[in-house]
């Protein structure tokens, strides 16, 4: 595996960065990461190589460019309370844009021919649902996204196969939102949504034991299926 920073145009002319992770062993297909509020940091660049290690093209947008290019903010309470500034004056609509930027460079990659998927955690779930419903995507899997339910008129007009996973714990995107959430959906295949009534808010990334290691395994066959990578 390879990995650097690469730039994508942005809409107004100028550029961001993106954390890049080539496969040693491609599949053909792409996944893009969608950070946290805490911007793109060791987790997340890790998580990309994870699936670039398993054949995925990964790259992971820095969505807070415009506020201040290259945030990574600690799990301390400095970096909570300095993260939720950033997402106060985020703007959504402008982020969904450079998502979808980012996923139309990996199609002009001279050796890129496969499909690309959009997997977000916390604040990158509710913008990879919403990129489910608003971007040329083939498929988008949500982590614990947070305020997804300000947004379910959406839901209607998913246009590529959704998974989401939840933990019972969470008090971000607690038990009665997931509850609207789901009430929402269309039906399954095209959208399908996982409770895990034991984790919390970002168990995927941090220490969520066998909770974690199910939803990756649920991805990994999700992203397949929806993608059509080899076996």
Known sequence: MHSRYEPIAAGDGRTFSAYVAEPAHANGHAVIILQE????????RALADRYAAEGYLALAPDLFWRLEPGVELPHDKAGVAKAFEYLERFDEDTGIDDIGRTVAQVRTRPDFAGKVAVLGLCLGGKLAYRAAATLDIDAAVTFYGVGVEAHLDEAAR????????????????????????????????????????EADHGFYTRGGGMDADIAHERTQRFLQQALGVAS
């Open 158 to 197: 998913l246009a590529c196969p959704l998974m989401l996973h939840y933990g019972g714990r969470d008090r971000y995107a607690p038990p009665a939102a997931v509850d609207q959430i789901e009430a929402a959906l269309p039906p399954a295949p095209l959208a399908v949504l996982h409770r895990y009534p």
């Open 37 to 44: 509020i805490f911007g793109v940091t060791d987790t997340i």
